[in-house]
């Protein structure tokens, strides 16, 4: 229906238009310099090369003036300086000036006055050009000054019509509406219904929309005629103008905006997780962008507060800040949770943040998952990290003493209590060992023997302890090995799980058919110590000593100092036998066992 009333609308629309064009025809190109007093009027203006027109209105009645230039086609080579249109607002061109317009305005120019008067000079310049103006001014009188029009809307959508939409708009409407959405955003304007008078160039009732809050520059374009345009600003605000002249009114419009929302801002978080404590860093600059500062952090446990400093950083103890934790089939993993919002119960237009910080201490390694939720959006970031496991031999059953010579001279069938150590927050995890094996060889290369193998006693001297939280425990007698290897080190493949898990591989024990029972795994790495040596070969120490000594001086290697201490954390390889045949005997005593973290190689 609405279609079909429009068509037939349509040629009437053409006829009126034509019909007004007709009448402008009529009153004819005024002259330079002429004079106008009558209370409104419309007329085009077409100029050549090298004029310098001016035209004044005046009237004895004390009202200001609206002058519109509601099409201009000025000479495209021409410059302000040299082709324009100089509005002076009073009697003459001494009076002061209101504004120009050149080619290269961006706008739907309109004026008014202070007084009854206004005065407009219009140069062009020496290229031969047919230039054209169509100009309307009318009197503000208190019965054509239109009232609750325009306005500013600030919300992050919004509607507005014309004056009387649906009814027909007044005559020498001018409406301005401002709008403005939140930093950031843009503006998308809709006219479910616009419905002014039809003319090509919309040089009657118009509708100017502008990019910005000016109407003096950013047209973003004009409409007339029946349509349905849409238009969107370069940023947060965006000027609508309504302009109408003194004849054929319509509906007018009815428009709605809505605010566009930048893509959320990619997050620049970080998340290390060592086998103590999450460390969280968020960059302030993200954060900022996001509309927020620190005091709007908190992590499950608000109580936990951040430092800041170029960044904003949680550190935390994993068995802290309402940290949740989670034994899963392979991993064990410890989830946080960052939110971002406004704190109390402020309502907010902004978005609530959530990163979710995860570290998953898998197999060998501790995964570092952040994810940031906003609007659905899931973003993930991980790193690597790992639980921090050493070795060390004790010199009894109570595990008090660690051993701290290396190498590590024993009899023949002395018994030897080894320890396994996890260094971590988390009260709550058990270590289990799984596999030991023995090996002449630091890399465990060719020949190995074990002691024990998928918790399961392969020699008969091995004796397991219960685990214990944090350590796995075991004896065994200095074995046959030593006999024939001047050297024997040690490998244990260590399980971690978390001990409020009953039914976890740790708390099985020897599981004797070698099923790979992966589920069961929890965390595993290796840990190595050694060398062993039999007492017996001390005395060719110090001539081993010498010969390495020289070995060591070609190849410095930084590992070298760790076996002082006998105490390794995780398996390394081949610098392990040079590194121990450098040991300075006499320095054995070192205070304390001491960790060194050193890359896996499982
Ligand atoms: C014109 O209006 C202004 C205020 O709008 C007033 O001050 C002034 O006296 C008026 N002049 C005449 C001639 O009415
Ligand atoms: C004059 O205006 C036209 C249309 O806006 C534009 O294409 C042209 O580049 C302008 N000329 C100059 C010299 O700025
Ligand atoms: C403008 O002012 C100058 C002197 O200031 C005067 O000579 C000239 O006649 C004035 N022009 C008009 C149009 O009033
Ligand atoms: C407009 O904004 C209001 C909040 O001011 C919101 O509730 C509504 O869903 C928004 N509507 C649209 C269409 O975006
Ligand atoms: C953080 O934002 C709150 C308002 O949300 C403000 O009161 C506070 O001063 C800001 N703090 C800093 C350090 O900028
Ligand atoms: C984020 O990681 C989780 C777990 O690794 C995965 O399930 C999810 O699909 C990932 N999401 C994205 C967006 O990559
Ligand atoms: C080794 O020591 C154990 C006790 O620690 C003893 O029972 C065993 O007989 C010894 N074996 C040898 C070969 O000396
Ligand atoms: C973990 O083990 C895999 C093989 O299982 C290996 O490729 C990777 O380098 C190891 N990572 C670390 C940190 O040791």
């Not at 001016?54 to 040299?82: A, D, G, M």
């Not at 947060?236 to 302009?243: G, I, P, R």
């Not at 609530?352 to 995964?367: H, R």
């Not at 659905?376 to 010579?405: H, W």
Request: aromatic residues 10%.
């Amino acid at each position: 229906m609405k279609v079909l009333r429009q068509l037939l609308l349509l040629p009437l629309l053409a006829a009126l238009a034509f019909a007004e064009d007709n009448s402008i025809e009529l009153m004819g190109v005024p002259r330079c310099g002429a004079s106008f007093t009558e209370p409104n009027k419309a007329f085009k203006i077409d100029l050549n090369s090298n004029a310098n027109c001016v035209w004044h209105i005046q009237r004895s009645e004390n009202q200001t003036i609206r002058l519109i230039f509601s099409y201009f086609k000025f000479n495209p080579s021409s410059s302000c300086e040299t082709e324009s249109i100089k509005v002076y607002d009073g009697p003459s061109s001494n009076s002061s000036l209101l504004g120009q317009v050149c080619n290269n305005t961006n706008a739907v120019p309109v004026f008014q006055s202070s007084s009854n008067s206004l005065t407009f000079l219009v140069t062009t310049n020496s290229v031969a050009f047919a230039r054209n103006f169509f100009v309307f001014y009318y009197f503000l009188s208190p019965e054509t000054m239109i009232k609750n029009c325009g306005g500013s809307l600030t919300g992050p959508n919004g509607t507005f019509t014309s004056p009387n939409y649906p009814a027909a708009y007044p005559e020498f409407t001018y409406c301005v509406w401002h709008i403005q959405t939140t930093k950031d955003s843009k503006i998308s304007l809709e006219f479910q219904d616009l419905f002014l008078e039809l003319d090509q160039k919309c040089q009657f009732d118009f509708l100017a929309v502008y990019d910005g809050l000016s109407t003096n520059n950013g047209l973003i374009g004009k409409a007339c005629g029946v349509s349905r345009p849409t238009f969107e600003s370069s940023s947060n605000a965006m000027t609508v103008v309504l302009s109408t002249d003194y004849a054929n009114s319509y509906r007018g419009f009815s428009a709605r905006y809505t605010s566009i929302l930048p893509p959320p801002p990619q997050p620049d978080t970080s998340l290390t997780c060592s086998s103590d404590r999450m460390t969280i860093a968020l960059s302030k600059a993200y954060l900022n962008s996001l509309g927020y500062n620190e005091t709007h952090l908190q992590l499950n446990d608000p109580s936990c507060r951040p430092v800041t400093t170029d960044q904003v950083i949680f550190s935390f103890p994993l068995n802290s800040c309402g940290t949740t934790k989670k034994d899963e089939d392979e991993s064990i993993t410890y989830t946080n949770v960052v939110t971002i919002s406004e704190s109390g119960n402020i309502v907010t237009r902004k978005r609530i943040v959530q990163i979710i910080t995860k570290c998953i201490m898998e197999k060998n390694s501790t995964l570092e998952v952040i994810y940031v939720t906003e609007n659905n959006v899931i973003q993930n970031t991980t790193s690597v990290g790992r639980y921090d496991v050493s070795m060390s031999f004790y010199d009894s059953g109570s595990f008090s003493s660690p051993v701290l010579e290396s190498p590590y001279y024993v009899d023949l069938n002395q018994t030897l209590f080894a320890q396994v150590s996890l260094q971590s927050s988390d009260p709550n995890l058990l270590v289990f060992i799984d596999t030991c094996t023995a090996s002449p060889q630091s890399d465990f290369g060719s020949v190995t023997y074990d002691l024990i193998r998928s918790g399961c006693n392969k020699d008969d001297t091995v004796v397991t302890y219960p685990p214990l939280e944090h350590y796995g425990r075991f004896r065994f007698n200095a074995f046959r090995f030593l006999r024939r290897a001047p050297s024997v080190y040690l490998q244990c493949d260590i399980l971690i799980c978390d001990s409020e898990d009953t039914n976890s591989r740790c708390t099985k024990g020897c599981v004797s058919r070698q099923k790979r029972d992966i589920s069961s795994y929890t965390w595993k790495t290796k840990a190595v110590v050694g060398p062993i040596r039999l007492k017996r070969d001390r005395r060719n120490a110090a001539h081993l000593e010498s010969l390495a000594r020289t070995d060591a001086e070609e190849t410095p290697t930084p590992q070298r100092y760790s076996f002082y201490t006998l105490s390794l954390v995780v398996l390394i390889s081949n610098v392990i036998i040079v590194a121990a045949v450098v040991l300075k005997y006499h320095i054995k005593c070192l205070s304390g066992p001491g960790y060194q973290k050193i890359p896996s190689s499982y």
